[in-house]
């Protein structure tokens, strides 16, 4: 609260201290000086406040420009593949998740199976 009565509460607008300051030129030079003082805090929180949210920001940015660099480096190899003219068996595709080209066959013979299985009781695979 300032000395003169007024109030000046954390969190208020820009505008609304300078309307409190414009009362600078109705107080004494102390209340002057307690007025800026405070006015300056105030800034100064605001600014602290706004570079933490700013450091945040840029790390989920940076966080995120990594993981889509992976991301891009993934499609490109996908892309590469796909639009070989080169057949590629099935023990190739196997060995880049860790699975031998049995394992590989057998999961899609299942998963060809249910999505087969799906298709019968729907009319279409959904």
């Given at each position: 609260?300032?000395?003169?009565?007024?109030?000046?509460?954390?969190?208020?607008?820009?505008?609304?201290l300078?309307?409190?300051?414009?009362?600078?030129?109705?107080?004494?030079?102390?209340?002057?000086?307690?007025?800026?003082?405070?006015?300056?805090?105030?800034?100064?929180?605001?600014?602290?406040?706004?570079?933490q949210?700013?450091?945040?920001?840029?790390?989920?940015?940076?966080?995120q420009?990594?993981?889509?660099?992976?991301?891009?480096?993934?499609?490109?190899?996908?892309?590469?593949?796909?639009?070989?003219?080169?057949?590629?068996?099935?023990?190739?595709?196997?060995?880049?998740?860790?699975?031998?080209?049995?394992?590989?066959?057998?999961?899609?013979?299942?998963?060809?199976?249910?999505?087969?299985?799906?298709e019968?009781?729907?009319?279409?695979?959904?």
């Amino acid at each position: 609260m300032f000395r003169n009565g007024t109030n000046l509460c954390p969190g208020t607008a820009p505008g609304l201290l300078r309307s409190h300051l414009s009362r600078i030129f109705f107080t004494s030079s102390s209340d002057k000086a307690w007025i800026i003082d405070r006015a300056m805090k105030f800034l100064a929180d605001d600014n602290r406040t706004l570079k933490q949210q700013l450091a945040i920001k840029e790390a989920t940015i940076t966080e995120q420009q990594e993981g889509l660099q992976a991301v891009q480096l993934k499609l490109t190899h996908y892309n590469d593949v796909i639009q070989s003219d080169d057949p590629i068996t099935a023990m190739v595709i196997a060995k880049e998740p860790g699975m031998s080209a049995v394992t590989l066959n057998k999961i899609l013979a299942e998963l060809t199976g249910s999505l087969k299985h799906q298709e019968n009781r729907t009319g279409s695979i959904s």
